[in-house]
């Protein structure tokens, strides 16, 4: 039985192992090969050990494999191999043409977009082509909805996009699809975040009539000092949004859930009172947040 290596493989890459297109699509109807595009295959004890997000990768990557000119990612795509986070991973590869370019055959894997690229706005990186990371954020504000957009340019302004070239850039764009929502994302975006979750929180937080907060503020506590994600300092209230991953990682839930239990502690025992939300609130009962942290702010505000 034939082993094959943990990669992507081609039609050729196959002839080369003993294996037939015929012998491919009977290795595939077993299981032995699992087909991520048109032409390109994988091992499938490799490929199912993958996790969502790399899966998600290779198939883009698959799309080098057999273009017959290399492509060039954008919009959530480059984003995606940029490596920011995204709500929801593109489940086809974006990809743009220059204008009367066409689309070929072998990029049917793809969405093909039609534009004008300047050299200046292509980047290479791990040998793929893909917008640069300005270009990325400018396109991904432009075209995604308001917090997947605001996800993103968090996590480009935190990796030196300058906010001041993204919002002249729009300024260049009067008129043109997205840049309305594209400047509201960028009044929106924060490169403090440290989560999707963390920005879908501020925007909740930003787009109601809460007084206004700091973001990241390092509380020093006599267990020492621990940073929060939202705070109010006047009233001493802080906001943490818990999200699945920082319980589900290499350290054993047990000591994770202690550790937080007593970072709590030390916060209340400072004065602080600690809320805390979720994805569930966040993006199905904002409203429940906002009417919560409005109750709790007014009682915790300081006399005059």
Known sequence: MTEFP?????????ETMGVSSTGAQRLVRSGTLHRV?????????????LGDRERTVQR?????????????FCQDSAALLHGWRLLRDPPTPQVLHAPGSGTRSTDRAAHPHSGRLPDEDIAERNGVLLTTPERTAL?????????????????????????A?????????????????????????????????????????????????VSQLTVRTGRGGYRADFAWPEARV????????????????GEVLYAERQREL??????WTVLRTDWETVTRRPEQLVARLHRVLRGRAPRR
Do not use: M, N
Request: aromatic content about 6%.
């Open 60 to 72: 883009h990557l698959a799309v080098t494999r057999t273009a017959a000119a290399p492509p060039v």
């Open 37 to 49: 595009a048109h032409g390109v295959y994988a091992g499938s004890p490799w490929w199912h050990a």
């Open 6 to 14: 943990p990669r992507l493989l081609t039609l050729a890459d196959l």
């Open 238 to 253: 802080l906001l943490e949004f818990d999200g699945r991953v920082k319980y589900f990682l290499d350290t054993p839930t």
């Open 165 to 213: 070239a993204l919002a002249a850039r729009l300024a260049r764009l009067p008129g043109h699809r997205g840049v309305r929502r594209a400047r509201t994302a960028l009044d929106l975006a924060d490169p403090l975040s440290e989560s999707p979750g963390e920005s879908l929180t501020r925007i909740v937080l930003l787009q109601s009539a809460l007084p206004p907060f």
């Open 266 to 271: 030390a916060l209340v025992e400072a004065g």
């Open 139 to 163: 396109d991904c504000a432009r075209f995604l909805p308001l917090g997947s957009a605001v996800v993103v340019l968090d996590q480009a302004l935190a990796a030196g996009v300058e906010p």
